[in-house]
């Protein structure tokens, strides 16, 4: 997509770009300019021996999704469709997990 820019109107020379907006990765939601509760997350990538190799991830979580305290949840099933973790499911549930110890 390309940058639309317009000319400073104080001195003229300078070229100024306009607001960009962003959609929430969770929602599909346009951010407004006046979410300040809105947050961009990058998650690096790292190689096998856990070096970080110079490449991320951008999320984008609105304000929204972070009220209604979903913003955890969200982040990891978008991790989790981009390759970088586990799905959540994969992992025993903790109440699952803890019975089983009682068991043995």
Known sequence: MEDIK???EESGSGITELY???KCSATNRLIAAKDHASVQI???HVDQNGTYTNEYTTFALSGYIRFKARGD???NRLAAEAGLMKAMDSF???AEASADAEDD
Do not use: F, Q, S, T
Request: no cysteine; proline share 20%.
């Open 42 to 44: 990058n998650i690096g």
């Open 73 to 75: 949840e969200a982040l």
């Open 20 to 22: 960009y907006p962003r």
């Open 92 to 94: 025993p549930h903790p």
């Open 6 to 8: 317009i000319e400073n």
